[in-house]
């Protein structure tokens, strides 16, 4: 299943393969057969996907040697190059590193792809509204598919960007396409747990706005939407353990789910008949599976533990849509027609901090995760993504969570060799020597997989052993989701992903802290889960049959893999000053990258 990222990168693709098909055959900027051999090289790289190879080919070549014309050529292929490998800063800057329009000196280049280019460095930045203005302008030079796919991105960027800054916006312009586009965004983003009123207010901006190129070919999913109203289930069951070992998870899980249902009665949606069935009251799942269905459930969410959704990939077909709250064979090969799994696994953070790291410009990573299932999950998940990105793995260390870090990261940062190395020598002088621990050098940056109690006595350690200028990056389990200046201050310039209901002060997660005050706490993760699940629900059928669909929910970008899997793209944050902030736009899931590469 193909999301977002995807959708961008391949339009950004074909826009620039059909302004090189309209482009007149004119002359090739005359450059020396030396440096036309090495820049003709790096074309070739990345028309054969070998990107990390072009980028080595770019880093080798000394840009003072070059004409100005030859620089110009550089910083475009490099600016290309960046965007292949997910870096729009990079990109922006190999843009900004020239006059504007001197682009239009290539002969090769036509006049609009740096502004498609552009377009899509700035979506990878994060910066979604800046993208789609970009586009906007663009669309009147596109004629028949290349204008459908450019009027898709538009739509695509708009629905990632924060609903303050559309709203923001929507209030000062006076560009009529813009405020239409702009419009149609919020319509969506006010009304995420209400299709009902969706489709009403999408009716009447189509009334406003009849003459709207959105208006006449509705976006994405929009012109489904009726479709999904009218076959919603009317009758959901809800199967959790709300006893046990599990029950605060499950509890929480409900909770979220009916936040987001009486949120939207409250707002006059039309919701399902939901019915709340205890797993824990039974040890046999299918049979009080089974009853739910005879109870005449149209619709199941659930169930959480992992033994019951393995119990149901058994099953050649479910009698009904069931969306299970955790995965279970996550590379079983079959899965039952019917049934989507959802969750928020360790596992693909430590895969989008692989594939970040990758778009960093990193190559040799060290690990340190703890000790235990988690962590070997965890660890097993990062080095296969990783490895598979062509990075190289240095070293990689287990803690036990006792808090004695120091041994565990000099261990991995070698200084304990060097230490060794010093008294060794020592013993066979036979005389005292000036000596100064030293790390190894050939580290690039630190993954790490540690609650924030923990990442708050890693980080001085690191420090500690000569290693405070390493880059860490990490999973979301770091921060507690409590702003505190104070207790986070350790964690300064660490990076990690999360889920936007932790790192966006949303008007529905203002709105639901309001009304359901436990959902600020330490489960706050499991409300979002909840609440995207109510969100899915009726939406299921549209992620699993169209192509390069997604829905902006609570717990990150929501896509669907080939296994019915709902796979999330997430955004990435920083500590500042003790605060989390958000660093760029969202980062997709390894399978989306693989079919990003294919697309090229």
């Avoid at 080919?57 to 014309?69: G, Q, R, V």
């Avoid at 099953?315 to 959802?342: C, I, W």
């Avoid at 052993?465 to 350790?490: C, E, H, L, V, W």
């Amino acid at each position: 299943m193909l999301n977002f990222r995807f959708c961008v990168f391949f339009i950004f693709v074909l826009m620039l393969a059909a302004c090189s098909s309209q482009q007149k055959q004119t002359a090739q900027p005359e450059i020396s057969p030396q440096e036309e051999h090495i820049l003709v090289k790096v074309e070739r790289l990345l028309i054969e996907q070998q990107y990390l190879d072009a980028q080595d080919t770019l880093n080798s070549i000394d840009i003072f040697s070059l004409s100005e014309l030859e620089q110009t050529n550089f910083y475009w292929l490099k600016a290309q190059l960046s965007v292949y490998l997910g870096r729009g800063d990079d990109a922006i800057t190999a843009m900004n590193a020239v006059p504007p329009g001197a682009f239009g000196q290539l002969g090769h280049v036509d006049p609009n792809a740096p502004g498609f280019l552009r377009a899509t460095a700035l979506h990878l930045q994060g910066q979604f509204i800046a993208s789609a203005r970009e586009r906007m302008f663009l669309s009147g030079v596109l004629a028949d598919a290349l204008y459908e796919q450019n009027h898709q991105a538009i739509w695509n960027s708009l629905l990632q960007a924060d609903e303050s800054g559309v709203e923001e916006l929507a209030s000062k312009t006076t560009t009529r396409l813009f405020k239409g586009w702009l419009d149609l965004a919020l319509i969506i983003k006010r009304n995420q747990i209400d299709i009902d009123k969706q489709l009403s207010k999408l009716r009447t901006w189509q009334v406003m706005y009849e003459e709207h190129p959105a208006a006449k070919e509705l976006p994405g999913e929009l012109g489904q939407l009726e479709e999904y109203v009218e076959t919603k289930a009317k009758y959901v069951a809800v199967m959790l353990p709300l006893s046990g070992k599990l029950a605060s998870t499950g509890t929480a899980l409900r909770d979220g789910i009916m936040a987001a249902y009486y949120q939207a009665k409250k707002a006059g949606a039309s919701v399902p008949e939901i019915r709340i069935y205890d797993t824990s009251k039974t040890k046999n799942f299918w049979s009080l599976y089974k009853q739910a269905i005879l109870d005449g459930n149209e619709l199941v969410i659930g169930p959480l533990a992992k033994q019951s959704v393995t119990r149901l990939q058994q099953e050649s077909r479910l009698p009904v849509p069931t969306l299970a709250l955790n995965y279970g064979k996550r590379d079983a090969s079959e899965n039952p027609e019917q049934l989507f799994q959802f969750g928020l696994a360790v596992e693909d953070e430590a895969e989008l901090a692989a594939l970040y790291a990758r778009q960093q410009g990193y190559h040799n990573a060290i690990a340190l995760v703890p000790k235990g299932p988690w962590g070997e999950r965890v660890f097993k998940r990062f080095s296969e993504t990783w490895q598979s990105e062509g990075g190289r793995l240095i070293e990689a260390q287990f803690f036990n969570g006792k808090g004695d870090y120091n041994k565990v990261i000099s261990k991995l940062f070698a200084i304990d060799d060097s230490e060794r190395r010093a008294r060794n020598l020592k013993k066979q002088l036979g005389a005292r020597i000036e000596f100064q621990a030293r790390r190894r050098d050939d580290i690039d940056f630190i993954f790490v997989a540690a609650l924030p109690q923990q990442a708050r006595q890693i980080k001085p350690t690191l420090a500690f052993n000569f290693a405070k200028d390493i880059p860490m990056i990490a999973t979301s389990q770091i921060y507690s989701g409590k702003p505190s200046r104070i207790k986070d201050r350790d964690l300064n310039s660490v990076v990690f992903c999360d889920i936007p209901w932790m790192l966006e002060n949303s008007k529905l997660k203002r709105q639901i802290h309001k009304l359901w005050p436990k959902s600020k706490g330490g489960l706050d993760r499991l409300y979002a889960l909840g609440i995207d699940a109510y969100q899915l629900y009726p939406r299921l059928g549209q992620i699993k049959v169209l192509k390069n669909s997604s829905i902006r929910g609570q717990t990150g970008q929501l896509a669907m893999d080939r296994h019915g899997q709902i796979v999330r793209s997430l955004p990435f944050a920083i500590f500042e000053k003790g605060l989390a902030k958000k660093t760029q736009g969202y980062v997709a899931h390894a399978e989306s990258q693989q079919g990003t590469r294919e697309g090229f």
